[in-house]
C-alpha cells in the first residue's frame, strides 16, 4: 500500500510501467486510502521494485508511506491496472496544472516532432484542471478533444512503456493546438516568428497579453519604468504590486533573497508566486515601493523560448484581466478587452475551461504558507479529519473560494475573488457547476457565512431551498478558526485569536478583533478588540485617515487638534468636518471591531496610507516600515474590551517628537504583546494551552513570527495556516468543519 498524495497524478501508469520493466506481474488499483499494489515476484526483485518506486516517482506525487505485507497470492500471469469501483476515487481523479517537466524541455531541442512545439507535455507535466470539462479524466472530456492525435502521438499514447502514455493532452507540431499573435493590424503564426515579435515589443517597452495556463496575463519589461506605469494606466484603477516572472533562479537571485525553501518552492511543479523580499529594486512602478516582490518562475514552456529571445532577465507577468474582474480565459475576449490594454496579444487555440490565477506564497515561521491558493494546488483535496460529505460550503465574499465534501476531504474551488463583482459572481456559478460535474457531487447541506447579505450566503439559502436541505450558517471568525483547526487536524477546545478586516458579528457589528475559547461547535467570545464606528462604512475601507480620525475622536473627543497632526493637513477641512460630523449624529457609521482597521489607522497616522489604492495596502505598507530589532511596544488596556487608548496617546507622542518611523514596529510589537497576554489570561481562566490563530492579519510575517516566538517561549502550542490560506480564502474550509460537527456528521 503506498500512501500520501498518490492519486491523479499518474501514478498508476507509473506503477505499470515499473511493474513490466521489472518483469513483475500483479494488478495495481486506487483505494481511499492509497493505491494499492499486489505483485508477484522474488524478494530481490520486489525489493527494487519499492526503491524505484520512491526514486522514480511522478514529480506531482509526494509517497508518505509505503507498506509492504508478504502474502501468498493467486497466479497472476501480466500486470493490470484495475478500475477501482469505489465511488471515493472520482474525488482525487482530477490532477492540478503541473509545470512543464525537464524532459519535455528537452523534447523541445530534441525530439523532431515536437523542435519548439510550445505545448509539449507528458505524464509527469501540462495542463489538467485547466482542460478537464467531465470526468473520467480522458481525452475527450478535456479541450484536446477537437486535436485528433497524429500517429506517432497515438502510438505514444497507447504505449505503457512510453513517457506520454495515457497523458491525455498528448500533442506535437503536426496535430496540436498552435499559438497565435494578434495585434489590431497583424495576425501571424508560426511559434519562432511569434517569440521574436514579443521579445522586439518588450524590448521597445510595449506590453503583451499572453495566454497562460489558467488564463490571460499582461507582460511587460520589469525594467523598464515606464512601460510598468504604462500597463498599470491600462489596466485602469489597478495598482497593487505586481508579479514578476525571472529567466531563471540565479537572475532571481539577484534581485531578490531566496532561501532554500524558497527557492525549492518557487521551483516546484506548482510553481507559485513566492513572496521574496529585495535585493535590489526592479523598476519602482513594479512594487510601489514596498521591499517586497512576488516573484515567479518559468512554468510554461513558451516562457522558456520566451526568455531565449528576451533580453530582459525579468518581465512583470500580473493576471490578465481589467480592474477586479476575473483573469481573462478565453481568446476572443482577451481580443476584445485586453488588446486596448496591451500591445500585442500571444494565445494558442486551446480552450482553457477552468480558470485559474497563479498561486500566491510567503515563508513564514520556516514554513511556506499559501495565501492564495490555485494554479497547482486545485482541486487537490485538504484532509479534514472530519466527515464532511454531502457538505457544499459556499464561503466569505472576498477572496472566495467554496468548498465541497467528499468522505474526509474538503476540496476547494480554485481562488474566485470578490463576489460583489459582477463578472466574479457568475465565475462562481459557473465553477460551483463544474465541481458538481467533476467530483460527482450533489450537495445534502449547504454551509455559508453568517452575513445576511453576502452573495455567497444569498447562494447558499437559494440552494437549500431548491433542493429542501438543511443550511449551517457559521460566524466569519469562528469558521476562520474552524479553518485552521480542520487544516491541523484538532477537534477539542482551544484558544481562537482570529484578526482580519470584516466579518459579521453575532451581535450586528463588524467583527475583527476576536479572542474566542471555541471548538468546532462553537465558540464564547472571550475578548474582543474595542469597537470603533467607520464613517462612511466601506468608504472609511478605501481611506484609512477617516478610521484614524474615528479613533482620535473616540478617545480623546474634542480635545484634540487635527490640524497639528500631519496625516489631516492632507485632507480637504471639508473632508474632514464632514467626517466628524457624521461621527458627531452617528450617520452611517457602522460599529467594527476589525483589527485591520486598527492597522488601517496607525497605518494613516504613520503618514505610510492617507488612501489605500489597492486591497490591504495599509498593513502592507506597514510592515515594509517596520524596523527590525526594536522591542519597543506601545501600552494598552486588556479586558474584556480591549482598548487602545494609551497606545493612540503615544502614537501622537511619537509623531510630535518626529519619531514617527518607529511607530510601525512598535505597533507590530504592541499587538503580538497583546496575543500573549489575553493567552496567558485565558489560559488561566480555561486551562487551555493550544492556540489556533487565523485571518488575513496573520499574512503579516513580521507579526506571525514574533508573535509565535513569545507565545512558544510562554509554553504555548500554537497553530497557524500552511496549506489553507488564513485570508477569507480559507473561510469554506472551518464553514465545512462546523457543519459536519453541527450536522453530527462521524467518521
Ligand atoms: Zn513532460
Ligand atoms: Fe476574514
Not at 535585493?279 to 531565449?308: C, D, I, Q, W
Not at 464561503?395 to 474566485?416: L, V
Not at 497639528?564 to 471639508?574: H, N, T
Amino acid at each position: 500500500m503506498i500512501r500520501g498524495l498518490v492519486q491523479g497524478v499518474g501514478f498508476r501508469p507509473f506503477i505499470y510501467r515499473l511493474a513490466c520493466r521489472h518483469g513483475l506481474s500483479g494488478v495495481v488499483e486506487n483505494r481511499t486510502d492509497g493505491v494499492s499494489v499486489i505483485i508477484k515476484g522474488d524478494i530481490k526483485t520486489v525489493d527494487r521494485f519499492s526503491n524505484d518506486i520512491l526514486e522514480k516517482a511522478p514529480p506531482a506525487s509526494r509517497i508518505k508511506s509505503i507498506e509492504v505485507n508478504p502474502r501468498m497470492i493467486e497466479e497472476f500471469d501480466s500486470f493490470r491496472i484495475v478500475r477501482s469501483s469505489n465511488s471515493e476515487e472520482i474525488t482525487t481523479e482530477v490532477s492540478p496544472d503541473i509545470a512543464v517537466c525537464d524532459d519535455c524541455l528537452e523534447d523541445l531541442e530534441n525530439d523532431t516532432e515536437r523542435i519548439n512545439y510550445p505545448l509539449v507535455n507528458c505524464t509527469n507535466c501540462g495542463p489538467r484542471f485547466s482542460i478537464i470539462r467531465a470526468i473520467p479524466y480522458d481525452r475527450f472530456n478535456t479541450s484536446m478533444a477537437v486535436f485528433p492525435m497524429c500517429e506517432r502521438c497515438e502510438s505514444e499514447y497507447r504505449d505503457i512503456s512510453n513517457r506520454r502514455f495515457h497523458a491525455q493532452p498528448v500533442a506535437c507540431n503536426s496535430c496540436g493546438p498552435q499559438y497565435f499573435y494578434s495585434d489590431c493590424e497583424t495576425r501571424i503564426s508560426g511559434i519562432e516568428k511569434i517569440i521574436a515579435k514579443a521579445a522586439s515589443l518588450i524590448s521597445a517597452g510595449k506590453s503583451v497579453a499572453l495566454k497562460g495556463t489558467g488564463g490571460y496575463h499582461l507582460m511587460c519589461d520589469a525594467f523598464n519604468n515606464e512601460a510598468v506605469s504604462e500597463l498599470r494606466k491600462r489596466k485602469q484603477r489597478d495598482s497593487k504590486p505586481f508579479a514578476v516572472m525571472f529567466r531563471d533562479t540565479s537572475s532571481l537571485r539577484q534581485y531578490c533573497h531566496a532561501g532554500k525553501a524558497e527557492q525549492e518552492q518557487l521551483l516546484s511543479w506548482q510553481r507559485p508566486i513566492v513572496i521574496l523580499r529585495q535585493k535590489r529594486p526592479l523598476a519602482e512602478e513594479v512594487s510601489r515601493g514596498l521591499n517586497t516582490t512576488g516573484a515567479m518562475l518559468p512554468y510554461m514552456p513558451f516562457h522558456y523560448m520566451m526568455f531565449r529571445y528576451l533580453k530582459t532577465s525579468a518581465v512583470v507577468l500580473t493576471s490578465g484581466n481589467l480592474s477586479d474582474d476575473p483573469v481573462i480565459t478565453a481568446d476572443d475576449s482577451a481580443e476584445k478587452y485586453l488588446l486596448p490594454v496591451a500591445d500585442g496579444l500571444i494565445g494558442y487555440d486551446r480552450e482553457i475551461v477552468n480558470r485559474s490565477d497563479d498561486s500566491v506564497m510567503r515563508l513564514i515561521d520556516n514554513k511556506m504558507v499559501l495565501i492564495r491558493r490555485s494554479r497547482g494546488f486545485v482541486p487537490g483535496p485538504v484532509e479534514t479529519g472530519l466527515w464532511v460529505d454531502g457538505i457544499f460550503a459556499t464561503g466569505a465574499e472576498q477572496k472566495n473560494t467554496f468548498c465541497i465534501g467528499k468522505g474526509n476531504q474538503a476540496i476547494m474551488s480554485q481562488h474566485i475573488g470578490d463576489l460583489k463583482n459582477f463578472a466574479t459572481h457568475a465565475f462562481y456559478s459557473e465553477s460551483a457547476e463544474r465541481f458538481g460535474e467533476l467530483f460527482r457531487f450533489t450537495p445534502r447541506y449547504m454551509a455559508c457565512d453568517l452575513h445576511p447579505l453576502y452573495l455567497s450566503t444569498l447562494f447558499a439559502e437559494q440552494m437549500a431551498e431548491e433542493r429542501n436541505i438543511p443550511l449551517i450558517k457559521v460566524q466569519h471568525h469562528h469558521a476562520h478558526i474552524a479553518s485552521c483547526m480542520a487544516e491541523n487536524k484538532i477537534d477539542e477546545k482551544v484558544i481562537g485569536i482570529s484578526l482580519d478586516g470584516t466579518g459579521y458579528g453575532r451581535d450586528g457589528n463588524i467583527w475583527g478583533g476576536e479572542f474566542f475559547v471555541a471548538d468546532l461547535h462553537g465558540f464564547e467570545r472571550f475578548a474582543h478588540f474595542d469597537y470603533v464606528p467607520l464613517p462612511g462604512g466601506d468608504r472609511a475601507v478605501a481611506e484609512p485617515w477617516r478610521t484614524a480620525c474615528s479613533y482620535l475622536r473616540k478617545y480623546f473627543g474634542d480635545s484634540i487638534d487635527y490640524y497639528s497632526i500631519p496625516l489631516f493637513r492632507k485632507i480637504d477641512d471639508r473632508d474632514l468636518i464632514l467626517v466628524l460630523e457624521m461621527l458627531e449624529e452617528k450617520i452611517n457609521s457602522p460599529l467594527s471591531s476589525g483589527a485591520g482597521r486598527l492597522f488601517d489607522a496607525v497605518a494613516a497616522l504613520a503618514g505610510l496610507c492617507t488612501v489605500a489604492s489597492f486591497d490591504s495596502e495599509p498593513p502592507i505598507r506597514l510592515e515594509s516600515a517596520v524596523k527590525k530589532g526594536v522591542n519597543l511596544k506601545y501600552p494598552f488596556s486588556a479586558g474584556e474590551v480591549i482598548s487602545f487608548a494609551d497606545m493612540f496617546d503615544e502614537i501622537l507622542r511619537d509623531i510630535k517628537k518626529d519619531q514617527t518611523d518607529m511607530i510601525p514596529v512598535k505597533f507590530h510589537n504592541t499587538i503580538s504583546n497583546l496575543i500573549l497576554e489575553l493567552s496567558e489570561k485565558m489560559q488561566k481562566e480555561t486551562g487551555i494551552k493550544k492556540v489556533v490563530m487565523s485571518g488575513g492579519v496573520f499574512q503579516n510575517r513580521y507579526l506571525l513570527e514574533r508573535t509565535l516566538m513569545l507565545l512558544r517561549k510562554a509554553g504555548f502550542e500554537v497553530f497557524t495556516h500552511h496549506i489553507i490560506p488564513s485570508n477569507d480564502g480559507g473561510i469554506s474550509v472551518g464553514q465545512i468543519a462546523v457543519a459536519s460537527k453541527t450536522i453530527g456528521l462521524c467518521v
